[in-house]
Nanobody, 115 residues
């Protein structure tokens, strides 16, 4: 059974940084396009960043230049480095394949940015 477990969230002041991790089991993330998603209170889940099998990355305009998606194939883990955080980045962050598969959604990790 595929499991994607997010961690690394927390409370941070505006301008601060966090690094999220996505530990995968029963799926080789190096063989799949993967993505980070987020859902803010009262809003739909949105795509934040993607990484292809070849390592190409893409970002939502709202996070471009501040967030970096990466993966460690040996650890089968994906990361999201978030710098210069803003209050509007407050959300639950999830990892999944890209596009996301319903069965793979995990619990997410809460990121709260205070002003």
């Amino acid at each position: 059974q595929v499991q994607l477990v997010e961690s690394g969230g927390g409370l941070v002041q505006a301008g601060g940084s966090l690094r999220l991790s996505c530990a995968a089991s029963e799926i080789r993330i190096s063989l799949r396009a993967m993505g980070w998603y987020r859902q803010a209170p009262g809003k739909q889940r949105e795509l934040v960043a993607t990484i292809t099998v070849g390592g190409s990355t893409n970002y939502a305009d709202s996070v471009k230049g501040r967030f970096t998606i990466s993966r460690d194939n040996a650890k089968n883990t994906m990361y999201l480095q978030m710098n210069s955080l803003k209050p509007e980045d407050t959300a639950v962050y999830y990892c999944n394949t890209y596009p996301g598969l319903r069965a793979y959604w995990g619990q997410g990790t809460q990121v709260t940015v205070s002003s």
